[in-house]
């Protein structure tokens, strides 16, 4: 991975849950720019604009809540948001502008449904920890994941393996990004529940490439009358 990316090569990082879950779906959406909205995504983003709320910033007791917290990377190459950030009290903490004394970062990511079996979540929110602890030059060794049909939070701990897994991914992203390449169909049980299966068409291309089924189509497009 370079030692620092330039801002024009910075990746989405909400882009890394869609590699996780499939390298070709990554690649359509923020490559090519494809999308198609399903139950699954507009139940996602409806609670992610919960999470953002106009009233950005407020005050509970000793813990401060920061919504839609703009965050980035120069060594992981990356930048998005962090549903929310909550800042406690803390002399272990660090100074944040306008406000006094010092303060402990805490993401939190809020996701639909229940925990999931494989890493994804964890892997996004431990990105948003390392774009954290670069932009305030601080440690930030735990986080939350909410999920909306459980209404609790599940801690996740940034272990030395999550946060190398993370560095491989964003490495293998960028290398895809500066080719331009997008990754062949390999249909998986995880395409049934894909937003863009109508068009990634996993099931056509079978055992074919997407130029040759785009020739195909063509032809019988020439054919008809």
């Known amino acids: 991975m370079a030692e620092e990316y330039a801002e024009e090569d910075f990746l989405q990082l909400s882009g890394l849950q869609h590699f996780i879950y499939c390298r070709r779906q990554w690649a ?45 990377s120069r060594r992981l190459g ?14 272990a903490g660090v100074p944040l502008a306008g406000r006094p004394g010092l303060w402990q970062a805490y993401p ?13 979540d964890r892997l996004q929110l431990c990105c948003q920890a390392m774009c954290l602890e670069e932009m305030l030059c601080c440690q930030v060794p735990a986080g939350a994941l909410f999920y909306g049909q459980t209404r609790r939070r599940e801690e996740v701990c940034f272990s030395a393996g999550l946060r ?14 500066a080719r331009g390449y997008t990754p062949k169909c390999r249909p998986a049980r995880r ?20 130029q ?14």
């Open 28 to 72: 359509l959406i923020h490559l090519e720019g494809q999308w198609k909205d399903n139950l699954w995504t507009v139940e996602g983003s409806w609670l992610h604009r919960r999470a953002h709320d106009p009233q950005q910033t407020e005050r509970r007791g000793e813990t401060l809540i920061c919504r839609d917290l703009r965050i980035h």
């Open 78 to 91: 990356v930048s998005g948001a962090c549903d929310v950030v909550e800042f406690t009290s803390s002399p």
């Open 108 to 120: 939190v990511e809020y996701k639909r449904g229940s925990a999931k079996l494989t890493d994804a």
């Open 164 to 177: 190398q897994a993370v560095r491989a991914m964003l490495c293998e992203m960028h290398q895809l990004a």
């Open 191 to 210: 395409c049934g529940a894909c937003s863009l299966k109508p068009l990634c068409l996993p099931g056509t291309l079978r055992g074919r490439s997407a």
């Open 212 to 225: 040759s089924y785009l020739d195909m189509r063509l032809s019988e497009m020439e054919g008809s009358p």
